[in-house]
Nanobody, 117 residues
């Protein structure tokens, strides 16, 4: 059973930056597309960014130009660098893995990001 553990959330002022990390319990990046989702209070979970097994990245419109998803295969870790943060970015951020062949989804426990002055 693969486990995903997020870290790096916290309180930041508008315009600030945070880097979220998602550590996988084993190397899955050759078989799982990895992504970051977020869920704000009272709203549904939405996709923020994805990185495929081939390294292709895709972003939600709200994240384009501000967020960057990347991965370190040696560390079994996916990152989400978030710059120019806005209050509307406040949410619980979840790491996600989607197996390419079986379509199995795995989730981390989430990390809170709060953007406020």
């Amino acid at each position: 059973q693969v486990q995903l553990v997020e870290s790096g959330g916290g309180l930041v002022q508008p315009g600030g930056s945070l880097r979220l990390s998602c550590a996988a319990s084993r190397n899955i990046f050759s078989t799982y597309n990895m992504g970051w989702y977020r869920q704000a209070p009272g709203k549904g979970r939405e996709l923020v960014a994805v990185i495929t097994i081939g390294g292709t990245t895709t972003y939600a419109d709200s994240a384009k130009g501000r967020f960057t998803i990347s991965r370190d295969n040696a560390k079994n870790t996916v990152y989400l660098q978030m710059n120019s943060l806005k209050p509307e970015d406040t949410a619980v951020y979840y790491c996600n893995g989607r197996a390419v062949i079986s379509d199995i989804f795995i989730w981390g426990q989430g990390t809170q990001v709060t953007v406020s002055s």
